[in-house]
Structures are given as structure tokens and as C-alpha cells.
């Protein structure tokens, strides 16, 4: 641990007390972790944040101690003084690191009673999560917790040196703001001193950490807590940590060798080993191969393109996809295939959005599938090459646009992969499309956000422009993104106008940033990472939530101070605001 001033406490932590102090008279402090009573001698195990240690407490030697001792619960708080002693031969414990020592206590006082928990801190049997969160603070006791929070610790620390050294300022930036469109919805605060006005919770620093690098504050960072209002998904959480960072005259060279880099070092901490460069791919290249720009690649199924095999078949639900723009796919897979896994899978790409799904399993004398005698032996022959699929493996061919074929078969190859992910799998996405088309509402949609810098000829139609945009995945996990800015107010506004911002809307959201982008806006590009994840990722946790020192349930709310909770109708009247649905 760390350096430790005497006091009425403690004159040394527990933990770190080995058999060079033997003989030494030590008086430590921490809670009671566990304690065994052997008739004449009582056992109790110390726990402080720098691990364990055990304390005997001896009737003949120490009654009055004893009779404390004999009095103590689990939980109790404590302060022990006594001889720091080594242990006999056969009461070594090498699981321990103090485990070769004891402290025969002389004296203890009790400085603060415990309840019995509502679950055991040194047990390591699963207690529901409810629970859990409802009593973080005794979750937190538990030697697992106290390592994931050491591991998100150090995490931060490797990012802040790494970046210190490199001339990076660390800046706070606002968190009652104005709305930053990151497609999600904002959390809205009311103001008081101007009512019917209100802030809203960043959803990420992004236009800050932009006006930052315009204000001359070339390299920034900030661990930057972002709040986003989303429907209930498992691991999501209302409010998030990122890493957040922004460089001015950079290009995406700049910012992929500054972060392979720092990931090298941070991955390093959950002993993931990074080959530098890490490597980069183009989003149409993921998007044709895994079906998805974020792809866990391990899982071995690639998707083979069989448009040029199969454009003049006979069947014409292959051919007339094609006809149509379309595309025909596949992907196969081993594994047990009776007709019902089929209908499942089926449909499953229908509530994907494709028309069928046509699937075969091939047998020593051809294919087992019901489109057999659509095709000729020569495009069965054919595409059974071109997937290089084996005896008793099934194909599965999706026809249709290029987009729902990717999406079909990006969700299928998940759940046909038979082979158990090993080892870790990192990579940048670059070269993004610049929108995404919304077929709901009929408009493009900004891919990264509306201030990526496009590229690609922006006269041209909006669906054909790139961004210079950039992912980072790992494990099939998006853990960053980030682009190369817009910086002058004419391409700003191009871009506003395509997602069908007009120049009105656009100088009332964002009169600020175009204001900005007048008065000499270098260059600059950046990119912000999610701590939550990359954390829980090293750690080997399934759910951020173990990363998280006070996270909200998956339902949004935190069972520990209730929040969200009702507020008095008087402070509702201060903000000038009446509930329609009281209570609600
Ligand atoms: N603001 C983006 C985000 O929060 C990151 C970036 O573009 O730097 O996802």
C-alpha cells in the first residue's frame, strides 16, 4: 500500500506484515473478515484494504482481549494491538501472503458494530444483483470488487501518464450544457432562473473538446463522465466514462499511432498483448466478410459473396435478386443440421428483414436441400467450392439487397459459429460511409456524428459520400470511435443540410460551433473511448456494472439511493413545473 503515519488506529496495514516483523509490536485495523473459535483459542481474520491478516487471541495470555474477541461478529470494525509472531510449521497458510505470521493480540477495541450482512463478505457464493447494488458498500468489501476498482484505477492512470507525457492537457468541459446530437436522447435538466428553458446532460464533450482545439488548446483529453437517456438494454448504463480526446493539425494517421500506442499499454494491464500497428480495415470489407463493422472476427464463419456465380441461374429468386441490385450470399457451418434448425434460423432472417432464407447440407452425392432442384450440378457444384464446404456442413444463401443480406447473415454466422472464441481479436474500422439511409423516417442519419468530416465528392448524392471516421473493436466489441472534424462552416452546413438541418435550425442548435468555424478553426480530429468497457473487458466481467463503483441496475434505477425518486411539489412549482400524471 502506501506510506502510513501511526495513529490511536493503526501502526501498520495488515496486509503487508510478513516475517520480517517478527517480534515487532504492531497494533492494526480493518474489519472482521472471519472468526473460528477453538474452544480455548479464537481466530479472527483481519481484513483491511491491503489484504488479510490473522490475529490469535490467547485466554491465558490476554483474557480480557479474549473476552472481547469472544464477543465480535463478522463486520465489526476493529483495532488490534498486540506481538507479530510466526506461525507453527503446520499452521503456515501459503494462500495467504501474511500466511507465514499472526498477531498474538495483547489488546481490541471495538470502534463500530456490524449487523449481520445480508450476505457474507468472505464467501464468494453468488448473491442476486439487487442485492448487491442495494448494499454496494458491502459488495464493495469483497476482495474481487476491491480488484476491479484497483484495475479501473489503473486503466486511468496509463491513459492520464501516457497522454501527459505527450503534451495533452487535461480539461473539464460543461455538464449542464446544450444538447450534442450522438443519436441518443438527451437528459434534460430545468432551469430555474429561466423558465421553460432547460439544459441538457452531454451526451459526450465532442463540441467542447472541438471549440478547445479552436481556442488554441491543441492536444486535450479529459476522463469525461457522458449521459445518455436509452431504452433498457442489458449492459447499458444512463451515465458513462469515456476517455475523450481531441488534436489540432492531425490527420487519421496522427490519431491511429498515438492510440495504437496508448491501447498497447492499457491492454497490457489485463495482459492482452497488442501487435503494433494494430491492424486496419475497410468497413466494406468487414461489412461484405462478417456482415458488421464491429465483427468478432474469432468466430471463424466468413461470408462468401456468390453474386457473379449465381447472377444467370435458372432459379430465379437468385437471379432476379440480383436483376433487382441485389446480391446473393452465404455462409456455412458445421454442426448438427435436422429440418427444424433450419425453420429457426429462417425465421429468424425474416424478422431481419429477408424475404427467405435458402439452405442446403451437403451430402456425398450432392446437396440435401429443398432449392436442389432449382440449381444446375454446376452451381451446386460451385458454390460448394467457393465456400469450401465439407460433407455434412450446411450452406446457407441469403438473396437480396446488399444490406439486409449483410445484416441476415452478420446475425446468423453468430449463432452457426461452433467454435468457442480464442485469444483476442483487435482492429480499426476506417473508411465509413458518411449517413446511414433512415428508412422509418425517410433521411439520412450521420454514421459517427454530424461533425465528421465527409469525403468523397460532396455535390454528389449524400449516400455516396465517406467520412473520415474511425472505429476501434475488440473481441466484437466497438470500445472507441472518433473522426477527423469538419473545419470550415460551408462543409458544415452541407453536412446539417443533408441530414435536413437547414440553415436556420442549424444557427439555433449550433449558431455557436458555425460561429466558431469562421473565426479560424484549425484542422483536428479526435476520438473518446468507453473506460466502462475496456475495464470490464481486463477485469474478465461480463457486465460493466462490476466496474462501476455505483452503477444503476439494468433497469436505470439504483436500488441503493432509490434514485430516480419524486420530488416535493414545491420544488416542482420553483422550476415552474406541474406533473400531468402525478407520481407516475
Ligand atoms: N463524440 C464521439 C463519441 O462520444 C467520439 C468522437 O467523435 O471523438 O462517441
Excluded at 469483497?142 to 503534451?167: C, F, P, S
Excluded at 468541459?173 to 430545468?190: C, H, K, N, Y
Excluded at 494494430?278 to 461489412?287: A, H
Amino acid at each position: 500500500m502506501s506510506e502510513l503515519r501511526p495513529n490511536i488506529y493503526r501502526t501498520a496495514w495488515a496486509g503487508e506484515l510478513r516475517t520480517a516483523s517478527v517480534g515487532r509490536r504492531v497494533r492494526v485495523a480493518g474489519w472482521v473478515h472471519r472468526r473460528r473459535d477453538h474452544g480455548g483459542l479464537i481466530f479472527i481474520d483481519l481484513r483491511d484494504s491491503s489484504g488479510l491478516l490473522q490475529l490469535v487471541f490467547r485466554p491465558e495470555e490476554a483474557p480480557e482481549a479474549h473476552a472481547a474477541a469472544e464477543g465480535l461478529r463478522s463486520e465489526d470494525v476493529i483495532s488490534a494491538e498486540g506481538e507479530l509472531v510466526a506461525r507453527e510449521e503446520g499452521a503456515v497458510n501459503p494462500a495467504l501472503p501474511t500466511g507465514e505470521v499472526e498477531l498474538a493480540v495483547g489488546a481490541v477495541d471495538l470502534l463500530a458494530d456490524a449487523e449481520t450482512p445480508p450476505f457474507q463478505i468472505d464467501e464468494d457464493e453468488p448473491v442476486g444483483e439487487e442485492l448487491r447494488l442495494r448494499y454496494r458498500y458491502l459488495d464493495l468489501r469483497k476482495e474481487a470488487m476491491r480488484r476491479n476498482l484497483a484495475l479501473r484505477h489503473d486503466v486511468v492512470r496509463t491513459i492520464r501518464e501516457h497522454l501527459n507525457q505527450r503534451g495533452f492537457l487535461d480539461v473539464e468541459t460543461p455538464i449542464l450544457t446544450r444538447s450534442t446530437p450522438e443519436g441518443a436522447r438527451d437528459f434534460l435538466v430545468p432551469s430555474r432562473l429561466s423558465p421553460g428553458h432547460w439544459y441538457a446532460l452531454p451526451q459526450s464533450p465532442q463540441l467542447f473538446k472541438q471549440l478547445l482545439v479552436m481556442g488554441g488548446t491543441e492536444r486535450y483529453y479529459q476522463i469525461a463522465r457522458c449521459f445518455r437517456d436509452e431504452d433498457f438494454r442489458a449492459d447499458r448504463q444512463p451515465e458513462f466514462t469515456q476517455l475523450d480526446l481531441e488534436m489540432g493539425f492531425v490527420e487519421e494517421e496522427d490519431v491511429h499511432q498515438l492510440i495504437d500506442g496508448l491501447l498497447e499499454e492499457v491492454l497490457a494491464l489485463g495482459g492482452i498483448e497488442v501487435r503494433l500497428p494494430i491492424e486496419r480495415v475497410p468497413y466494406d470489407e468487414l461489412l461484405l466478410r462478417y456482415g458488421s463493422d464491429r465483427p468478432d472476427r474469432r468466430l471463424g464463419v466468413e461470408i462468401e459473396d456468390l453474386t457473379d456465380v449465381l447472377r444467370g441461374s435458372g432459379f430465379k429468386v437468385f437471379s432476379g435478386a440480383v436483376e433487382a441490385g441485389g446480391v446473393v450470399r452465404a455462409i456455412k457451418a458445421g454442426g448438427e443440421w435436422p429440418r427444424s434448425r433450419f425453420d429457426a434460423l429462417t425465421e429468424r432472417a425474416q424478422s431481419l428483414g429477408a424475404k427467405g432464407l435458402a439452405w442446403a447440407v451437403v451430402e456425398p452425392d450432392g446437396w440435401r436441400s429443398p432449392i436442389a432442384k432449382f440449381l444446375s450440378e454446376e452451381e451446386i457444384g460451385q458454390v460448394t467450392a467457393a465456400l469450401d464446404a465439407r460433407e455434412g456442413e450446411a450452406i446457407l444463401l441469403v438473396a437480396d439487397s446488399a444490406a439486409v443480406a449483410a445484416r441476415v447473415l452478420g446475425a446468423l454466422r453468430v449463432e452457426v459459429a461452433d467454435t468457442e472464441p480464442a485469444g483476442h481479436d483487435l482492429f480499426w474500422v476506417t473508411d465509413f460511409p458518411m449517413f446511414d439511409w433512415n428508412e422509418g423516417e425517410q433521411r439520412w442519419d450521420a454514421m459517427h456524428h454530424p461533425f465528421t468530416s465527409p469525403s468523397g465528392d460532396l455535390d454528389a448524392d449524400p449516400g455516396t459520400w465517406r467520412s473520415r471516421a474511425y472505429d476501434v473493436v475488440l473481441d466484437g466489441m466497438e470500445i472507441g470511435g472518433g473522426s477527423i472534424r469538419i473545419n470550415r462552416p460551408d462543409v458544415q452546413q452541407k453536412v446539417f443540410s443533408a441530414l435536413g438541418i437547414g440553415p436556420d435550425e442549424a444557427a439555433e442548435r449550433f449558431g455557436f460551433l458555425l460561429e466558431a468555424l469562421r473565426f479560424g478553426a484549425p484542422p483536428h480530429g479526435g476520438i473518446a473511448f468507453g473506460i466502462d468497457r475496456i475495464a470490464a473487458i481486463l477485469a474478465g466481467r461480463e457486465s460493466i456494472r462490476d466496474v462501476i463503483a455505483f452503477p444503476k441496475a439494468a433497469s436505470g434505477v439504483d436500488p441503493l439511493t432509490k434514485a430516480p425518486a419524486p420530488v416535493d411539489e414545491r420544488q416542482l412549482r420553483e422550476l415552474g413545473l406541474r406533473l400531468e400524471a402525478p407520481g407516475r
